[in-house]
């Protein structure tokens, strides 16, 4: 299976040759693009029409989350615990796409299995996302910026939101902050560069993944001067 993430936004040379691959797609590969909006006018999506299969995924109210799950799950021949149920909207909130995917990893997970367990969602999804949360904190802190780049590209695969990694090294930060005392200088500086990006991200002016690359470049750089821990 291969992701076009807003392929909207791909040049026009790039849209051409996938719009040339769409007439005559190879049997045992899966495209899939995901856009936020779709303008009737783009030629690439004009081109799929008849081709392709559109699938709307929107904003459930947390109510109807569960009964979405369930069907969800059932459609692959799959039953799930309502203790998994809760895990699953806990960590992947009301985001049906991110949700779809969640499921399609745990039906794989569990194989010839019939029921999703808690601790099968825990493995697959919760436990290792968070995990990975913390691996990033501690590349960042050891300076090892390839680490922490990777890290955060497993982050975004597993359909983790920028405001939730984010949110997870402004928690790390104020705390360290209030930790040292009168040194904490460079973890103010660390504090401005989050909601830098935050504000980047949010008006538009970067990309979340590469606004969150350059974020955990300059929070190294930071370290750098500062000659000390994050």
């Known amino acids: ?6 392929p909207q936004k791909l040049p026009l040379q790039d849209k051409q040759a996938l719009v040339s691959y769409a007439t005559d797609p190879s049997k045992t590969t899966s495209l899939v693009f995901v856009s936020e909006t ?16 559109f699938k709307t995924f929107g904003q459930l109210e947390k109510s109807s989350l569960t009964s979405w799950i369930k069907d969800q799950v059932q459609q692959r021949k799959k039953d799930i ?8 909207k806990e960590d992947t909130g009301a ?6 995917n969640s499921i399609e990893k745990l039906t794989l997970f569990i194989g010839q299995r019939q029921k999703i367990t808690k601790k099968d969602v825990e493995e697959v999804i919760g436990r290792s996302a968070s995990s990975t949360g913390f691996e990033l ?6 300076k090892k910026s390839s680490k922490a780049l990777s890290i955060l590209r497993d982050l975004l695969l597993e359909g983790k939101k920028s405001a939730e990694i984010i949110g997870l ?3 790390h930060l104020r705390k360290q902050k209030s930790a040292a005392g009168s040194d904490s200088q ?6 401005e560069e989050i909601l ?7 008006s538009g002016k970067m990309k979340e993944d590469i606004a969150l690359e350059v974020l955990i470049a300059r929070l190294i750089l930071v370290l750098d001067q500062a000659a000390d821990s994050f």
């Open 1 to 6: 299976m291969v992701d076009v993430k807003d």
């Open 38 to 53: 779709i303008d009737p006018n783009d030629p690439l999506f004009s081109a799929l029409k008849g081709k392709a299969v």
């Open 81 to 88: 615990d309502p203790d998994a149920i809760q895990v699953l």
């Open 95 to 100: 985001d049906l796409s991110a949700l779809s």
């Open 137 to 142: 904190l501690d590349a960042i802190s050891t």
């Open 169 to 171: 090294l402004t928690w």
């Open 186 to 191: 460079k973890f103010q500086k660390g504090l």
């Open 196 to 202: 830098k990006t935050d504000i980047d991200i949010k």
